[in-house]
C-alpha cells in the first residue's frame, strides 16, 4: 500500500477547505473538535462545525464536520478534503467520501485495508503517543482524541498558541486537564513534525475575519435572549434537539435575574412531567400575566397542540420555541430539518393560526428571544420561534448579541387603577380601540369589575358562554383580523439584490448561509439570483411583492413536501405558478452543492 | 329570608357577593351541593373573591365554578390538565387561592398524569373531585372510579376495577387527603375550609352522585348507598387562631392539627381511632373499609409540615405578575460582560 508521500502536493488551498472527523460518541471527541474549530477561529478565519451525531450516548458513530472559509460561508460542504479516521467500523466509509487528493489521516492501529491510491495518507500512532504522555487510565482513551488536533495542527499550520487560549475557555481555566491536553497535543504535533513526510497541501493562514464575532449556538442565544426578554416563567420538558434551550437559561437566569434589592429571583423556571403539562403550566401563566416560555421539538409540538389552539381562541400570550428535527414519528431525532413549519403555523385544531417567528442566525435567536415575549403580550396570542438542530445546537460564527432597542411592551394589561380610570364599559374581548385587540386583566387584580372567566368554549365580549351562531363568527373573525394585522409588525424578510437578476430564491431559517453561497456560485455561472429571507409568518407585504417581481421564484427548504412554498402559493396563488420547490430531506444541513444543482437541473428544463 | 341573606361577613360582603351564574347541572345533581358549600365556606372565611382564582378541566364538574364566585377570575381548562393550568397560574401570584374542581374522568383518567405531579409537587391548591363513577357530559359512560360489576343503560357492565382517587393522592405523596360525600354537607363545608387554610395540595374526593346516568341505590356513588354506608372518621372544626382557646375538648377523643398559618383543625373522633398523619395506616385503613364495603369519609391524611411548591422557590414578595419591567431585564453591561466571555 501507498506509504506516506509528498509527490501530490499541488497549488496550496488556504483558508477553504472541510475536515470530516469520525469518532465514537461518548469518547470525549466534542473537546478535540471544539478545540479545533475554537483555533481556527481564534485565527481569524471563518469557520463553522456541524455535530453529526447518534441518538445514542456511548459507543455509535458520530461526525464532526469542520468547514474553513476565508469568503465566510457557513453552510455544510458537501466535499471533505481532509478525513480523520478514529472509528473502525466507519474507516471503510470515511476512506471512500473522502475527495480526490485529500488527506486521509487515521488511527494506525486500525487494520482496516485501504483501498485507494489518489489519495494523501497519514497514520497516526495514537496509541503509542498516548501511552508515552501517560494519563491516568481513566483519561486514556478521552484524550487519543487530542493526537488529531496536534498532528492537525502541524499539518495545517494552526498556531499551538491558540490551540492552548481554546483549552483554556473550555476547561474554564482548570490547568490541570489544559496542561494534560496540550501535553498530548504537543507530543503529537512533534511526533508528525519529526516523523512526517507528507506535505498538506491545505493550510490554514491567520486573517482578521473573526474579529469581534463569538462562536455560539442558536439555543444558548436563544436561552439568553428569553433572559434578556423579561421572561418570568419557564416550563419545559427535555427533548432533543431542544433541551439545550432551557438549559442554558438554567445555567444564565441565576446570576441575571435576581432583585439586586430583595436578592430574590424575579423567575421561576419547572421541568414539567411531560409537554402537555408543559404548555399547561406556560398557559397558565401567560393568562396569570407571566412572560412565560417553553421549547421543544416536533413530538412534544404535536402533544401541546391543544393548549396551543386554547391560547389562540382564549388569547394568551405564550412563547414556544420549536427546535426541529426530522420527522415524521420519532425520525432522526439528532438530525436537522425544517418539516415543523405547517404544523407549527396551524397547531391545533379548527381555524387555528399562529404567529411563527423564523430565525436565521444565531444573533437573530438571541433577538427573536426577546421579541417573541413582546409580540406575544401584544398580540396576545400564543408566538411561536421556529429554529432546527443545526441553528440551534451547532457552532456558528456569529457578531455579538445586541441589546434589546425597544423598551419591554406588556401589551394590554389593566390593573385597579387602570380600570377606575375606563370611563366605557370594559370586557375581556371587547375591542375598545378598533384594533382587534382588547385589554386583559390579570389574576390578582383586586378591583371588583376585574375578574373574568377565562374558557376554550364559545364566548361573547365579556366572556361569558356563548353558542350564539353571531357571537362566534364575530369573535373568531376578530382574532384573525388580529392575526393578520401583525403582517405589519413582524420581523421583514430580508432581501438581497443582485443587479440584472430575473429569478429569485426564498428561503429561511439556517439555510441562509448555504443559500447566500448558492447565490454566488450561480452568479459565477451566469444565472443571477435574488435572494428573500423570510422571518415570520403570517409573510409580510414585501415578501408578495418580492414574488411579483420575478419571472420564476425557488423555494429552497430542509423538508419534503414544500411546506413554505405550499404556504406561498396560498398567500398568492395568481404567482402559484412562478414558484418553484426545490426541497430535500436527509437528515443533513442543505448544502450549496445540493441547491445549485436542483437550480441547475430546473433551468434546463 | 331577604334578612339573613343580605348578612355581612366580616369584610362587608354578603353571600350573594360569593355567588355565581345561575347553575346548569342537572337538578339534584351533587355538585351544586360542593358549589354550594365552597360559597359558604369562602363567605364564612371572609376570603376576598378577588383573591381566588379558580380552575378546572373538561366536563360536568368542570362547569362547577361557573357557579360560585364570579368576582373571582376563573379558567376552564383542558380535559384532565387543569393541575397544570393552576401551577402557572398560581406562580403569577403566589399569595392567591386556588380552587380547582374537577372530575372522576377528568382526574382518575385523562388526567391522571397531571393529578400525581400536582400532588407531588404539592402545589397550594384545593382540589375537589366531584367523583360520581360516571361520564355525565357525554350521556352515561364509566369512567375509571365506576366500581366493578356497575351496570350502566347503554354500556351493560363494568369489567374494570376502579381507581381509589384517595389512594392515589396519598400514593402520590398529596400533603393532605380526604373524602366525603355531597350528602353529608356539614362535614363537606368543614373539608373545604380546612382544605383552604392548608398550604399545599388539599385532595378532596367529593362521592357526587350523578342522578341522570349513576344513582341506581346499589351504586357507590349514589345517594341511597352513600347514606346507608357512610362512616364518618371524625367531625371536624375549624379553629381560627383567634377562637381557639374558647373551644373545649375533652383530652383523649380529639385531635388538633395545627396548620402554617396558625389555624386548627379538630378532629373528635368517631367511630375510628384513627390519627390521619401516618401515610401507611392510612392507606390500611382504606383497604380495610373496602373490604368492609364501608365509604370511610373524613381527613384521611395530613401533613402540614411538608414544603409547598412555592417553598421551593426564592420568589419575592412582590407577585412576579406585578414586578415592574426593570425588575426584569438585565442591564447592558451584563450582556457585554456575556458577549466577551463568549469565544
Redesign the interface.
Known sequence: MAKTQSKMQTQKVVNEFSINIATINGSGSQTANLTLI?SI??MGIPVSGKNIFPSNIQGLPTWYKIRVSQAGYLGRSQKTEIAVAMNPKTFGDDLADLDAGGIFLYADHIKEPIDRDDLILCPMPVKSIVKETKPPRELRDYVANMVYVGVLAYLLDIQLETIES?LD?HFKGKQGPIDFNLSVIHDSFHWAENNLEIVSPFQVQPLDLTEGC???NGNTAGG?GT???????V?WYPITPATSLPEAILE?APG??K?PE???????I?Q???E?????????????????MTATSGPGLSLMS??AS?AYFVEIPVVVWVIQRVGPSTGLPTRTAQGDVNQTYNLGQGDTKHIVLIPGSVKECFEFGWKALDLADKLQTPVFVLSDLDLGQNQWMTP??E??DE??D?GKIL?EEDLEKIKDEWGRYLDLDGDNIPYR????????K????????GHDDFAN?SEKPEEWEKNLDRINRKIESSRAILPKPEITTRSGAKSGVIAFGSTDSAVRETCDLLQDEGLILDYLRVRALPVASEVLDFIRAYERIYVVENNRDGQMHSILSLEIPDRATTLVSLSHIDGMPLSADWIKAAVMEEEKS | MAEKTSKLNEIGLSKEDYKGKQTTLCLGCGHNAIVGQIISACYELNIPPERVIKVSGIGCSSKAPTYFMDRAFGFNGLHGRMPSLATGALFGDTSLIGIGVSGDGDTASIGMGQFKHVTRRNLPLLYIVANNGVYGLTKGQFSATAEQGLALKKQGQNRYVPVDIVWEAIAGRASFVARTFSGDPQQLKALIIAGLHHRGIAVIDVISPCVTFNNQDDSFHSYAWGKSHEVALHELSFVPPVRAIKVQYEKGESLEVPLYDGTHIILKKLAHDYEPTDRAKALQMLEDANDRNELITGLIYINPKQKSLFDLYDLPDTPLNRLPNEKLRPDPKSLEEINNLMF
Open positions: 475554537r477561529f481564534k481554546a475557555f463569538n462562536l455560539a439568553l433572559i434578556y426578554g423579561g421572561m418570568h416563567f416550563s444564565y441575571l435575574r432583585d430583595t436578592g430574590k429571583n424575579t423567575y421561576a419547572i414539567a412531567e411531560d402537555l403539562a408543559a404548555i399547561g403550566m406556560v398557559v397558565g401563566a401567560g393568562w396569570a400575566g407571566l412572560r412565560a391543544e393548549y386554547l455579538p448579541f441589546y434589546p423598551p419591554i406588556r390593573w386583566t390579570v389574576p390578582g387584580n383586586q378591583h371588583p376585574s375578574a373574568y372567566y377565562a374558557r376554550g368554549t358562554y
